[in-house]
């Protein structure tokens, strides 16, 4: 059985918001929504980039929320959702993380098609941020959502549907081997029933013995149940709690 842990959760009431956007949950109010959903170990985030509605001294204040004396921190980690470079770095880095005191860095790749119209020239920008991430950084714990922002070409109507098949099987071969090899873990981030390829993907995390993280990559507490969903169905796939990441620094 696998133990229910989510350590994708996002704190945003710290971003700095456009007018008339909504405030976003603290950290108290998403640890209380996830263990609310049931879940055994909490991770809390925000992201890392060059976004301007997250600059770094929102993540201080998240932090300082964190390590507050009222905070509750059993069972419960602070991260960073750091966006990947092409070099495979991470907009973190090490010394974000020692100055944050974070349990663990997850890192991730947000593109969209404004940014790269072509969905082959997203894909082969994602595949080798990934690979070099896993190949050279020794900051990131946990590869984000994998190819997770495909989805936005479809609803662009750029491809009719996004799916795992439109990944060229040998990314997906070299990042679970590098993956394997390096003992990054990969992260559930979807429950896709009808994605057979996807399916094989999870498969062969299974089978190869790699690290995998489960997150529900909740912005809002209504978001926090996700988790439950994805870990009964890792469970079904056969997903094994002694490949199940848990953080390795932990400070609290």
Same mark, same amino acid.
């Given at each position: 059985?696998? +133990?229910?842990?989510?350590?994708?959760?996002?704190?945003?009431?710290?971003? =700095?918001?456009?007018?008339?956007?909504?405030? !976003?949950?603290?950290?108290?109010?998403?640890?209380? %929504?996830?263990?609310?959903? !049931?879940?055994?170990?909490?991770?809390?985030?925000?992201?890392?980039?060059?976004?301007?509605?997250? $600059?770094?001294?929102?993540?201080?204040?998240?932090?300082?929320?964190?390590?507050? $004396?009222?905070?509750?921190?059993?069972?419960?980690?602070? &991260? =960073?959702? %750091?966006?990947?470079?092409?070099? &495979? /770095?991470?907009?973190?880095?090490?010394? !974000?993380?020692?100055?944050?005191?974070?349990?663990?860095?997850? &890192? /991730?790749?947000?593109?969209?098609?404004?940014?790269?119209?072509? =969905?082959?020239?997203?894909?082969?920008?994602?595949?080798?941020?990934?690979?070099?991430?896993?190949?050279?950084?020794?900051? =990131?714990?946990? +590869?984000?959502? $994998?190819?997770?922002? @495909?989805?936005?070409?479809?609803?662009?109507?750029?491809?009719?549907?996004?799916?795992?098949?439109? +990944? $060229?099987?040998?990314?997906?071969?070299?990042?679970?081997?590098?993956?394997?090899?390096?003992?990054?873990?990969?992260?559930?981030?979807?429950?896709?029933?009808?994605?057979?390829?996807?399916?094989?993907?999870?498969?062969? +995390?299974?089978?190869? @013995?790699?690290?995998?993280?489960? @997150? /529900?990559?909740?912005?809002?507490?209504? @978001?926090?149940?996700?988790? %439950?969903?994805?870990?009964?169905?890792?469970?079904?796939? !056969?997903?094994?709690?002694?490949?199940?990441?848990?953080?390795?620094?932990?400070?609290?």
């Amino acid at each position: 059985m696998l +133990i229910q842990s989510d350590y994708h959760i996002h704190a945003s009431y710290y971003r =700095v918001k456009r007018p008339g956007a909504a405030e !976003g949950p603290t950290a108290v109010e998403q640890q209380k %929504a996830a263990r609310d959903a !049931g879940n055994i170990h909490v991770g809390i985030l925000e992201h890392c980039n060059n976004s301007s509605a997250h $600059p770094f001294h929102c993540l201080e204040e998240l932090a300082d929320e964190f390590y507050s $004396p009222e905070f509750d921190r059993r069972n419960t980690y602070l &991260g =960073v959702e %750091a966006d990947l470079n092409d070099d &495979g /770095s991470d907009a973190c880095g090490e010394d !974000g993380r020692q100055k944050l005191q974070l349990d663990y860095v997850i &890192g /991730s790749v947000h593109l969209n098609p404004k940014m790269i119209p072509d =969905v082959n020239d997203y894909i082969k920008v994602e595949y080798n941020r990934i690979k070099n991430t896993i190949l050279h950084n020794r900051n =990131v714990d946990i +590869i984000g959502h $994998p190819f997770g922002e @495909g989805y936005r070409y479809a609803d662009a109507n750029i491809v009719e549907r996004w799916g795992f098949h439109l +990944i $060229p099987q040998e990314f997906l071969a070299e990042i679970i081997d590098l993956a394997g090899k390096n003992r990054v873990a990969l992260e559930l981030n979807r429950c896709d029933m009808d994605d057979e390829v996807y399916i094989k993907f999870l498969h062969d +995390i299974r089978d190869r @013995g790699v690290l995998f993280s489960i @997150g /529900s990559d909740a912005h809002f507490p209504e @978001g926090c149940p996700d988790a %439950a969903l994805r870990t009964r169905w890792a469970e079904s796939l !056969g997903l094994e709690e002694k490949n199940h990441w848990q953080p390795r620094y932990v400070i609290n």
